[in-house]
């Protein structure tokens, strides 16, 4: 059944003001032509029924519309979410005619992706499409819609079964367009309606009367599990009424202990990401403590009592702080990924929609050979610092508070003096800004140390049966750094071979070349735009730079864990602002980029609040799976007023560690399934464009590329010489003294580099910017 609601604009609607109408859900979105629309087959008006069987078009009002939760499509790449029918009419398409049907939501912020759909699909003869992801930006004013666009032919829109994505609830403001497809040209748009929709949780088993309030969109992600798990469609929308479930939830019993597995029965890990502490909130907005794992697949949460965490005998180091670890040996989980290793942190992002600011966790633990674990973090300019209470470095079996003051996503340095079995009880405290806090539920932690196949004390691992030495962490290495490979580092005491940007005019054959290969397999291309110096942009939050799959092609994307959940984003549309947070004086381990004392800008490889931490990411499933799953980074060139230096920190935080981009013509490779932070260094101040590639190798056919891309050593320099011609630039080697060198010592030939030919380029060959633009993400 369908009803009308009518709304105020969605950016005033807190909740909904239904018709006299009875205010029902309606199953799908049912949509057919209106009875005046005649049979102009190229001015369709578009409708949807009522209750009654009047049509009602779609621009005169909003509907509510029931979804049903959808799991998590590992197959498909899909999070889970809520899906919603779409019901197209016979009526609306001619017999053997090929249609676009696009389904997009509007936004007044180019910048504002929540709430856009994730996935619109149709299955017909037993099998499932997706449509491709699409963006509109109308005539350069601050409307933009997106969403996707689905081409079919129309006896499969007829009988097959159009599915819409969402990943949360909530009031949308939407765009339904029907194109045909032409043989040749761009689509012919047929007809177009917009109209805003409720998006709501399944319903009860009762339907509400007449009478009954109308649901409010859960605003939280845990009101949307609480409608994946069954519940009621009807939330309290009235502030009594919310308040008066939250004391309801309050005086119900505590939750009881998760009943803890035998070691036996439990999932192990013993290496990868896991989030020991993972913060989340439940179906009331309390805060509840998980464990959040990117081993068995993405993001996979469990209780702790599921897991047993192993460190492995290859964790062992003679070489540790002594004033952190006691005689200097233990077992050491770095900071930094090590992907043979675990690597535990805590994040407490998902906090954010109930308005918690801070979280405490208070850990007890127990060993039997009388272990002790410590745990800090360590930064290149700051050093070492202490994530306790206390101040201090180890954590006592009696009890220690980490504090962390901010919401964050954080990895620290763990290291456990003794091998065996570490017991931990851990409960967390989520703080409001008022003071007010709640309370988690004590989760029980079982941690193995010195491996599953027999364990080692530091002590008696001077030499073992047969005098091997056990395995153990490369002390000339950092933190889990030697996982991130730099290319060819540049020989000690040899004359620098500096990459040098050489701009001219293109030749004939070389445009030529151009036109006729504008994208590489394999590889996706994109700009970070960076503000040095200002706050005019992205100024907090996690952000990791990394490559996806979209339907056959290989694109760049950002991870930005502003969000809950996260969202991946274009990187190009997004621009980071380093102001006074990020300034610090150059120390003299970066001489090599800049003068000692001299102001510069970092991102550092540790978070810190005010300043955006960016990072490089190869866990999404599908690069996991589909690829090799290493991913070569490429800095193919640098725009700015200064120069630019990305690194890795020193072993246990200490100076410069593995040099990750020295400049255009530099690379690295990032493993497979890994997540690292590196320090980012900007000398002066104004606007940064740094071109990056993303190399992966597919473990099927090529990928297509992504990225306006040529074959060969140039790339778009933006506008045309004197004989018309577009500008091009090469990046080559030159010594200090000028003189020509190879860049092949860095491991980053020309031929790797597959320069780009950018929108300015396109723009030189004629193209003509129309007054709505539209950008197809592939």
């Known amino acids: 059944m369908s009803a009308w609601i009518f709304l105020p604009p969605p950016a005033q609607a807190d909740s909904l003001s239904s018709s006299p109408e009875e205010p029902r859900l309606a199953s799908a979105l049912q949509v057919t032509s209106c009875d005046n629309a005649g049979n102009d087959r190229n001015s369709i008006e578009l409708c949807t029924p009522g209750d009654n069987g009047a049509k009602s078009p779609l621009r005169d009002g909003a509907l509510r519309l029931q979804t049903t939760p959808a799991e998590r499509d590992g197959e498909f790449g899909l999070a889970e979410g809520y899906e919603i029918g779409v019901e197209l009419n016979p009526s609306l398409f001619t017999q053997g005619t090929r249609y676009l049907i696009e389904l997009t939501t509007h936004s007044e912020d180019a910048a504002e992706e929540q709430g856009t759909p994730t996935a619109l699909s149709i299955e017909s003869s037993g099998q499932r499409r997706f449509g491709t992801p699409v963006e509109e930006n109308v005539n350069g004013a601050h409307e933009f819609y997106r969403g996707f666009s689905l081409e079919a032919e129309e006896e499969d829109l007829v009988s097959g079964h159009v599915q819409l994505r969402f990943a949360d609830l909530g009031i949308r403001s939407l765009r339904l367009r029907i194109l045909e497809a032409l043989e040749a040209g761009d689509p012919s748009l047929i007809s177009e309606a917009k109209f805003t929709a409720s998006i709501e949780a399944p319903a009860s088993v009762t339907e509400p009367s007449a009478q009954a309030t109308v649901p409010s969109p859960p605003k939280t992600a845990q009101e949307k599990d609480s409608a994946q798990s069954g519940a009621s469609a009807v939330l309290p929308n009235s502030r009594e009424a919310r308040e008066s479930a939250a004391a309801s939830a309050i005086r119900r019993e505590a939750q009881p202990n998760v009943e803890a597995n035998s070691a036996e029965r439990r999932l192990t890990l013993d290496h990868g990401h896991i989030d020991l502490f993972y913060m989340t909130l439940d179906a009331q907005g309390h805060p509840v403590l998980k464990v959040m794992e990117d081993v068995t697949g993405s993001g996979v949460q469990h209780e702790a009592e599921e897991l047993r965490l192993v460190v492995p005998s290859s964790a062992l180091k003679h070489s540790l702080p002594q004033d952190i670890v006691a005689g200097g040996s233990g077992y050491f989980l770095p900071q930094t990924q090590d992907p043979t290793l675990p690597w535990p942190g805590w994040d407490v992002l998902s906090l954010a929609p109930a308005g918690f600011e801070r979280v405490e966790f208070d850990v007890s633990y127990t060993n039997s050979n009388g272990g002790r674990i410590s745990l800090w973090t360590e930064d290149f300019v700051a050093g070492r610092s202490s994530r306790l209470r206390t101040g201090g470095y180890e954590l006592d079996p009696n009890g220690s508070t980490i504090v962390q003051d901010y919401l964050s996503h954080t990895h620290a340095n763990w290291a456990f003096s003794q091998a065996g079995s570490y017991e931990l009880s851990v409960q967390a405290r989520a703080y409001r800004n008022d003071g007010s806090f709640e309370t988690t539920r004590s989760a029980h932690y079982l941690i193995e140390v010195g491996g599953a196949q027999g364990v080692v004390s530091p002590k008696d691992s001077k030499t073992e049966s047969g005098g091997v030495l056990p395995p153990a962490v490369d002390t000339g290495r950092t933190n889990g750094d030697e996982s991130l490979t730099r290319d060819a580092p540049q020989r000690l005491g040899a004359e620098r071979c500096i990459p040098t940007r050489i701009t001219r005019e293109a030749n004939e054959d070389e445009i030529s070349r151009i036109r006729s290969d504008n994208e590489t397999p394999n590889q996706a ?72 004392g001299q102001d510069v800008w970092m991102i550092p490889a540790t978070q810190i609040r005010g300043v955006p931490w960016l990072g490089m990411n190869s866990q999404r499933e599908e690069i996991v799976t589909e690829t090799s799953g290493q991913v070569r980074f490429s800095l193919l060139d640098v725009q700015g007023p200064g120069n630019v230096a990305v690194f890795e920190s020193g072993s246990l935080g200490a100076g410069i560690g593995t040099h990750v981009f020295d400049g255009a013509g530099t690379s690295y490779t990032l493993p497979a399934n890994t997540h690292a932070h590196q320090n980012w260094v900007f000398t002066e101040p104004g606007s940064y464009q740094l071109t990056i590639a993303m190399n992966v190798t597919p473990r099927g056919k090529d990928l297509r590329g992504s990225g306006s891309g040529a074959t060969g050593s140039l790339i778009a320099a933006g506008g045309t010489g004197e004989h018309g011609r577009p500008l091009v630039y090469a990046i080559v080697g030159r010594t200090a003294s000028g003189q020509p060198c190879s860049l092949a010592s860095t491991g980053a030939g020309t031929a790797e580099l597959a320069p780009m030919i950018l929108a300015a380029l396109l723009i030189g060959f004629g193209c003509i910017a129309t007054s709505t633009h539209m950008r197809v993400r592939r």
């Open 525 to 596: 291309i994109t700009t970070l735009n960076v503000h040095v110096g200002s706050e005019g942009g992205i100024t907090d939050g996690h952000f990791d730079l990394g490559p996806a799959i979209e339907n056959g092609q290989l694109v760049a994307r950002i991870k930005d864990d502003r969000a809950v959940p996260a969202v991946w984003k274009d990187p190009a549309s997004m621009t980071f602002a380093l102001g006074e947070k990020a300034k610090i004086k150059a120390p003299e381990a970066l001489s090599y980029a800049a003068s000692v």
